[in-house]
Nanobody
Framework: VQLQASGGGLVQAGGSLRLSCAVS????????MGWYRQAPGKQRELVAT???????MYGDSVKGRFTISRDNAKNTVYLQMNSLKPEDTAVYYC???????????WGQGTLVTVSS
């Protein structure tokens, strides 16, 4: 399984970006898709994810500003990021978890830089 993340870039504070994660195969109902990020000098943290029941969950710092969505027909997961802040600057990684064997696939990451 390969994950291709795209859509990162430089944006001013208050702006928006949409990240995309294209999966190389169909997204199965047993897959859990999510977005994580890692800022310089910090650990990787959860940004947003679908749960096994299909609902969504967000990191506290992005609630109300970011939205995760998916288009199964395109095998793609999105992350809409609004009201961006400088502290959102990080490399954003797409994740696919095969729950049945507790295995994670990661995309290559896409850099988001938010200027003040």
């Amino acid at each position: 399984v390969q994950l291709q993340a795209s859509g990162g870039g430089l944006v001013q504070a208050g702006g928006s970006l949409r990240l995309s994660c294209a999966v190389s195969r169909s997204i199965f109902s047993s897959d859990v898709m999510g977005w994580y990020r890692q800022a310089p000098g910090k650990q990787r943290e959860l940004v947003a994810t679908f749960t096994r029941s299909g609902s969504t969950m967000y990191g506290d710092s992005v609630k109300g500003r970011f939205t995760i969505s998916r288009d199964n027909a395109k095998n793609t997961v999105y992350l809409q990021m609004n009201s961006l802040k400088p502290e959102d600057t990080a490399v954003y990684y797409c994740n696919l978890r095969q729950v049945y064997r507790n295995y994670d696939y990661w995309g290559q990451g896409t850099l988001v830089t938010v200027s003040s």
